[in-house]
């Protein structure tokens, strides 16, 4: 696993913005590895967070080469507050088979989607992910802060949100780490949150894909890739 490496970096972006074109050529500048979750029904439609367009379909099929694409629902509903089973699977498995076209491979993760309207998964909605879709790892948006190999793959929490103030604590406590035991540094984040103000930009995002780059013992994977590939 991880080439042999004891250390692993994966980054997660998601909902398919116009400045994933930034985040691309940037991981694609130090050879970092990302997936992105994508809702396939909105693809190229306008997206009110970043007043753009998203990334259309024949865009994403090009932009994301070389990363992974990852099911996020076909229209990012809250997955507890849909009326029944039959339409959680749908919103996942149909998004997930729609992607599977467009890049022309095989699609396993997935991202809950969150719209602030409640409960972004339970019990049951990461049961029937795990039942009845073929999605094999499901991925939250809450922080571990820490570096243990998820074990809950349906219920997948991320070390940290990009950006969160211990991004760079949490970087650079990684990058000393000596291990013999496999850990994991698991980034997540949106590319529209690279335009909001908040003083997490391109050149801040450069600099920490620059510091955490070009390490010896560290294996730079999709969540895929180091998730699943033993
Ligand atoms: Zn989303």
């Known amino acids: 696993m991880w080439n042999d490496k004891k250390k692993a970096i994966t980054f997660s972006f998601d909902d398919g913005c116009r400045r994933d074109e930034d985040v691309v050529r940037i991981l694609n500048k130090y050879g970092l590895k990302a997936t992105f979750n994508l809702n396939s029904a909105l693809l190229g439609t306008h997206f009110a967070r970043d007043d753009n367009y998203k990334i259309s379909p024949a ?5 994301y080469k070389g990363h992974e694409i990852a099911a996020h629902t076909l229209s990012h509903p809250t997955l507890t507050l849909l009326p029944d089973d039959k339409t959680v699977v749908y919103q996942v498995e149909q998004d997930r088979l729609d992607l599977e076209k467009l890049v022309d491979e095989k699609v396993v993760g997935f991202a809950y989607p969150g719209n602030g309207d409640g409960e972004i998964f339970d019990d049951r909605v990461a049961k029937i992910l795990a039942e009845q879709t073929g999605v094999r790892y499901a991925r939250t ?75 010896k013992d560290i294996f730079y994977g999709t969540n895929a890739q180091v998730l699943l590939e033993k």
């Open 141 to 215: 948006p809450l922080s571990s802060y820490d570096f243990e190999i998820p074990t809950d793959l349906y219920r997948l929490k991320p070390t940290v949100h990009l950006i969160d103030e211990k991004l760079f604590y949490l970087a650079e406590e990684f990058v000393n780490l000596k291990t013999d035991e496999p850990k994991l540094f698991f980034i997540w984040g949106h590319g529209f949150e690279l335009d909001n103000g908040d003083g997490f930009d391109l050149g801040t995002f450069d600099g920490f894909c620059r510091y955490i780059s070009d390490k």
């Open 59 to 63: 865009e994403a099929a090009v932009l």
